[in-house]
Every structure is written in C-alpha cells, then in structure tokens.
T-cell receptor, first 116, second 114 residues
C-alpha cells in the first residue's frame, strides 16, 4: 500500500506561537507533497506544492512567510504555521505522490489545529 | 483542469447500490476522472480513476459515458461506513510538480441510512 502519516493528529497552541506539522510517506518515496487546509463545512483548499530539495510553490493568497514548508527528504515534508492566530485554526491535510507516472495521491489523516 | 459539477447531497439505504453522478462536460481528451472520498474529520481516500473505459476495483465501479462528459461512481452495496463526501476530479495524468495538484470542488455528501 501507500501510507501517508501526519503528526500530530491535533494540536492546541497559544496565539503568537509557531506550530510544526509533519507529513511522512511511510512505504514509498514522494517526490511531490501537497498541503491543504480545510475549514468547517468547506472543501479542501490547496495551500502549496512541495518538491523534495526545492522551494515550495504557494497558491495565490497563501503567505509563504507565515506557512513555512520544508521538504528536505523524499519521505518527509513539514508545515510550520508561524505566529499563529485564531483564524489559522483549521484542519491541515497533506498528500503525497509516488512519482509522475502514478498520479493517485495518498493523503494523511489530517491535523486539527486550534489556536487560542 | 476541467471543472466538475456534482449534486450537493444524496442518500441511499444500507445494502443498496449508491450511484453518484458527476458532470464534466469540458473534459479534455487527456484528462482522467478521479474519485476520492472524505469521511468526517479524516483525510481524503482514493477510490478509483479512469480515462474512457469503465473501471472496477474492490471499492467501487466507475462508469464513464461514451462522450466522457459525465460519469457515475457506483458503490454496489453501501454500508453505514460509506457515509462521506465524495469528490469527482478531472485532471491530466502524468504531470509533475505543481501541475500534478488535485483541485477539490464541493463534492457530494452521501448519507447511507440504516
């Protein structure tokens, strides 16, 4: 199979602090990983595309300095929410693809972030 | 990527077949149809994909019309655990990097009743 694991599953943090979310492909190497955000009763919104060893490509309207993405290896990508505010509270989901010939994206279980 | 339209919701009885429609009238010749589902508070799960031929796997069947402008996902024997939001997405297979992203619409909420 193709398993993508996110950690933590949920996190509560204080306003102004930073939170790091990890996304790991457990049984395959992922050249490309994607980060999504989902607000209650809404669909998934793509935040950025991350390629191993290069800078992430952010979607329009997503602040790259606030949502730091690092894809240092073929099995790990991290999303850091810096200076978190209550409006950043959301469900963050990552996905990974094996390679360009296999476009079935596999998703992590998601991370529920609550900023208080 | 071509846009898709799905009804907002539908329901079906447990044990019966659930037929989820999707319109993609502007689909291009090299675009595939993908189906994902998202159970509440979980990440999306891949179900099936196809180009023009009907496809079947252990989860579902995908029926694509001859003109490829619409498709139907069939869950042959729906269970309560199939209650989820189902997303129909069309995109080109084989693109890399940023062009390989999946764009989610609103999906269709399937409610399976006992």
């Amino acid at each position: 199979g193709a398993v993508v694991s996110q950690h933590p599953s949920w996190v509560i943090c204080k306003s102004g602090t930073s939170v790091k979310i990890e996304c790991r492909s457990l049984d395959f190497q992922a050249t490309t990983m994607f980060w999504y955000r989902q607000f209650p009763k809404q669909s998934l919104m793509l935040m950025a595309t991350s390629n191993e060893g290069s800078k992430a490509t952010y979607e329009q309207g997503v602040e790259k300095d606030k949502f730091l993405i690092n894809h240092a290896s073929l099995t790990l990508s991290t999303l850091t929410v810096t200076s978190a505010h209550p409006e950043d509270s959301s469900f963050y989901i990552c996905s990974a693809r094996k390679d360009f010939t296999n476009t079935e994206a596999f998703f992590g279980q998601g991370t529920r972030l609550t900023v208080v | 990527d071509a846009k898709t339209t799905q009804p907002p919701s539908m329901d079906c009885a447990e044990g019966r077949a659930a037929n989820l429609p999707c319109n993609h009238s502007t689909i291009s010749g090299n675009e595939y149809v993908y189906w994902y589902r998202q159970i509440h508070s979980q990440g999306p799960q891949y179900i099936i994909h196809g180009l023009k031929n009907n496809e079947t796997n252990e989860m579902a069947s995908l029926i694509i019309t001859e003109d490829r402008k619409s498709s139907t996902l069939i869950l042959p024997h729906a269970t309560l655990r199939d209650t989820a939001v189902y997303y129909c997405i069309v995109r080109v297979r084989g693109n890399t990097g940023a062009n390989s992203k999946l764009t989610f619409g609103k999906g269709i909420t399937l409610s399976v009743r006992p």
